[in-house]
């Protein structure tokens, strides 16, 4: 009876003792990849001594970027399907993963052309994949449903300045895509497709530098090892951080103007504590211990 009676937490609402918790334990997961850094050179001994760190520390921003990047996303889920709230009729982990791989399998094609271009293909695929999305999503919900795009959130679109109120249905929180969501969208998908590219492109080089010498082969045949290692944490990482973000949104998000938006802040400790271990954990299978 307790349970039932107890009054709900503020969502968003944050919490300085676990705030300060995760940074303590994202300050731990660095320090022991400083320390497991150098034993990389048993297998590499021509790469730098902190080179296994500074591919942790690439994680550690792919995938903030990646958890950042989610709140902009513009989620709806069941409500949306129905017409009684904006954004696209999906969850919150499967939108940001799909928009977020779109742009890491750009970003893994152009990987031989630098971190740089690789980067920002990453970016500019994830982002065209939302693109798309959003305008197919807005298609339907005029041509198909028969409604207006209207936000509940906010009076006027922070972009265009509409008016919001006129086009918006009674009981509903708004329906459609707007103008500001449909941006979001676009911006959620870019920082996904080159964070997810950034971890990647890490990995892969800590794997093409190890691999030869941890499993005595040449570094052609090591190289589909790599790819498929590199990959498979990328695409790892992104699950991880989109389904700790949708913890953090609990439902829909109308994009960058919600007020649930400013919920970032403890989703980008969680997912700098998240993609650390995964990081470590990544790094670990190349060191001898």
Known sequence: MSAVAAKPAAGGAMNPTAMAVGIVMLLILVGIGYMVSPMVLTYAPAISPTFALMALLGVIIGGVLIGFGTHFVPVGG???????????????????????????????????????????????????????TCMMVNFVYVFGMGIPSASGKVANDPITGD????????????????????????????????????????????????????????????????????????????????????????GTIEGPHDPKFKRWPRAIVASAVASALCGLVAILIVVPL
């Not at 009684?84 to 750009?106: K, N, R, S």
């Open 78 to 132: 069941a409500p949306a399907a129905m017409g009684q709230a904006p954004g696209i009729a999906t969850g919150v982990a499967m939108l940001a993963a799909g928009a977020g791989l779109a742009g890491l399998f750009g970003g893994a094609w152009a990987a031989e052309l630098g971190m740089v271009i690789a980067v920002v293909t990453g970016g500019v695929g994830g982002g065209l994949m939302m693109a798309i």
């Open 163 to 250: 008016s919001q109120a006129e086009y918006k249905s009674q009981g509903t929180e708004g329906h459609g895509l707007p103008f500001i969501s449909f941006v979001g969208g676009v911006i959620g998908g870019i920082l996904g497709g080159a964070g997810g590219t950034l971890i990647y492109l890490e990995l892969l080089s800590l794997y093409e530098e190890t691999l030869p010498g941890m499993m005595q082969i040449t570094p052609a045949q090591a190289m589909p090892i790599a790819v498929s290692a590199a990959g498979m944490f990328a695409v790892g990482l992104f699950l991880v951080n989109a389904v700790l973000t949708a913890y953090n949104i609990t």
